[in-house]
């Protein structure tokens, strides 16, 4: 099993920042995608950013130049640093991976606890 721990979120004002964090821990052979996705209320849960074990990066169209997503391999930690937050950014965040727990075995993806973003307008 794998335990994701989340931390980061909170109550900021429009056009201010925020870094969320989240650490991955347990039987972790490899971590392939490391991102972040979020929820309103009413909507579904939207990609915001992944980035893959080839440093590959997505990013939703609407929080690309604003959030940048990083990893720490041997931390097996990812981070996503939010700039110029809107108040259409205010969501549940939700760290997402990708990991196996042996080299042979099948990938498995394991979800965060959610941490709330409130952007104030």
């Known amino acids: 099993q794998v335990q994701l721990v989340e931390s980061g979120g909170g109550l900021v004002q429009a056009g201010g920042s925020l870094r969320l964090s989240c650490a991955a821990s347990?039987?972790?052979?490899?971590?392939?995608?490391m991102g972040w996705y979020r929820q309103a209320p009413g909507n579904e849960r939207e990609m915001v950013a992944t980035i893959f074990s080839t440093n590959t990066i997505n990013y939703a169209d609407s929080v690309k130049g604003r959030f940048t997503i990083s990893r720490d391999n041997a931390k097996n930690t990812v981070y996503l640093q939010m700039s110029s937050l809107r108040p259409e950014d205010t969501a549940v965040y939700y760290c997402?991976?990708?990991?196996?727990?042996?080299?042979?075995?099948?990938?498995?993806?394991?979800w965060g606890q959610g941490t709330q973003v409130t952007v104030s307008s």
């Open positions: 347990g039987s972790i052979f490899r971590l392939n995608a």
């Open positions: 997402h991976i990708e990991s196996k727990e042996t080299r042979w075995g099948l990938w498995n993806n394991y």
